[in-house]
T-cell receptor
């Protein structure tokens, strides 16, 4: 079945450091790819998405590129802030009934 | 409403009791999903509704779990004879249609604790 593998957390960085969170997936067909974020005490919200190969999704300084050949959708940010501390979830959507398949999530902690 | 609303936000129940969790999706959203998030785990898919029909129930963990949706709107997830392993945050999401490109909007979840 469809699945997602994310790098394990927690990831601890200093403010202004470069961030990469790896995500690879297996899916039938040609899914759209999403990153969701869960800030402390809040619900899941969409961070960015990409719907076809080589598309780059971007939002709030975060970027991820749909790499069909490597089935990856790595999340990057050039300079993280304390306010980016959250849990990040990679999720392809497609296959049967277009449900989102979530990875385990990666907790990011950014220190001043 | 403006977003997906779930109630109650917290529920503590005794082992063996039945519980009902409610989800009010965004008005007009035809697709509705239930997920479960256990402590330190990712989100586990439970069930998908398109309108009032549930074409994908593959994630329901046992026959103690059931869900329904009425009027193409409100959905209720029922857990019968709750067990301690049912303790988790139950999340509901809706989207305007079931298409793979559309964003799914999540509620704040119901935290269920079985004691």
């Amino acid at each position: 079945g469809d699945s997602v593998t994310q790098m394990e957390g927690p990831v601890t960085l200093s403010e202004e450091a470069f961030l990469t969170i790896n995500c690879t997936y297996t899916a039938t067909g040609y899914p759209s790819l999403f990153w969701y974020v869960q800030y402390p005490g809040e619900g899941l919200q969409l961070l960015l998405k990409a719907t076809k190969a080589d598309d780059k999704g971007s939002n709030k300084g975060f970027e991820a590129t749909y790499r069909k050949e490597t089935t990856s959708f790595h999340l990057e940010k050039g300079s993280v802030q304390v306010s980016d501390s959250a849990v990040y979830f990679c999720a392809p959507r497609g296959g049967g009934y277009n449900k989102l398949i979530f990875g385990a999530g990666t907790r990011l902690a950014v220190h001043p | 409403g403006a977003g997906v609303s779930q109630s109650p936000s917290n529920k503590v129940t005794e082992k063996g009791k039945d519980v009902e969790l409610r989800c009010d999706p965004i008005s007009g959203h035809t697709a509705l999903y239930w997920y479960r998030q256990s402590l330190g785990q990712g989100l586990e898919f439970l069930i998908y509704f398109q309108g009032n029909s549930a074409p994908d129930k593959s994630g329901l963990p046992s026959d103690r779990f059931s869900a329904e949706r009425t009027g193409g709107s409100v959905s209720t997830l029922t857990i019968q004879r709750t067990q301690q392993e049912d303790s988790a945050v139950y999340l509901c999401a809706s989207s305007s249609k079931g298409g793979e490109n559309t964003e799914a909007f999540f509620g704040q979840g119901t935290r269920l604790t079985v004691v």
